[in-house]
T-cell receptor, first 111, second 117 residues
Framework: KQEVTQIPAALSVPEGENLVLNCSFT??????LQWFRQDPGKGLTSLLL?????REQTSGRLNASLDKSSGRSTLYIAASQPGDSATYLC??????????FGTGTRLKVLA | NAGVMQNPRHLVRRRGQEARLRCSPM?????VYWYRQLPEEGLKFMVY????????ESGMPKERFSAEFPKEGPSILRIQQVVRGDSAAYFC???????????????FGEGSRLTVL
């Protein structure tokens, strides 16, 4: 049974800092891994999708890496801004094609 | 191209009533997923459907809950005889392909927030 863990659960950083969010999963036989952000009371916004054959994906200030053998993914956010404050969720697709979510990292970027 | 549309956004029901939540996937998407999010918790998978078929309902309670995705029209998540513990945000996501194939990116709606009095 796939389990997804995100560390840390919460993070508070000053504006401009580079930061790394971690996601680990127990079953390395995955199809895709996707990172999302969720603002309070809102839906989820897709940030990056990494397919199992890929090692990383980049979009603007965001870079996500995938190491299937160790069961880990990281989301790197460069030059953080107050607008980046949100909950970041990692989701892994494996087994019967459903995405399993971690519990998220709540990020606060201080101005 | 409109995103995933969910309605109603907010729904209040008394214990014992029925709740019907609707989800229209993105245009061209034939794969629909329903998730439930309790306050301060992560998203829990409920059901995965393709047009006219339930592919995986392993996360859905056996009683009172049902889901469908008909050939025409939106996907419906139906909760009968609601109880206070059903209060949660219910999210729908769609994709153009299965999450097990190339692509398979999920796109989410804004959610339907159910409150049971």
């Amino acid at each position: 049974k796939q389990e997804v863990t995100q560390i840390p659960a919460a993070l508070s950083v000053p504006e401009g800092e580079n930061l790394v969010l971690n996601c680990s999963f127990t079953d390395s036989a995955i199809y895709n891994l996707q990172w999302f952000r969720q603002d309070p009371g809102k839906g989820l916004t897709s940030l990056l999708l990494i397919q199992s054959s890929q090692r990383e994906q980049t979009s603007g200030r965001l870079n996500a890496s995938l190491d299937k053998s160790s069961g880990r993914s990281t989301l790197y956010i460069a030059a953080s801004q107050p607008g980046d404050s949100a909950t970041y969720l990692c989701a892994v697709a494996s087994g019967t094609y459903k995405y399993i979510f971690g519990t998220g990292t709540r990020l606060k970027v201080l101005a | 191209n409109a995103g995933v549309m969910q309605n109603p956004r907010h729904l209040v029901r008394r214990r014992g009533q029925e709740a019907r939540l609707r989800c229209s996937p993105m245009k061209g998407h034939s794969h629909v997923y329903w998730y439930r999010q309790l306050p301060e918790e992560g998203l829990k998978f409920m059901v995965y459907l393709q047009k006219e078929n339930i592919i995986d309902e392993s996360g859905m309670p056996k009683e009172r809950f049902s889901a469908e995705f008909p050939k025409e029209g939106p996907s419906i998540l139906r909760i009968q005889q609601v109880v206070r513990g059903d209060s949660a945000a219910y999210f729908c996501a769609s994709s153009s392909t299965s999450s097990g194939s190339t692509g398979g990116e999920l796109f989410f709606g804004e959610g339907s927030r159910l409150t049971v009095l």
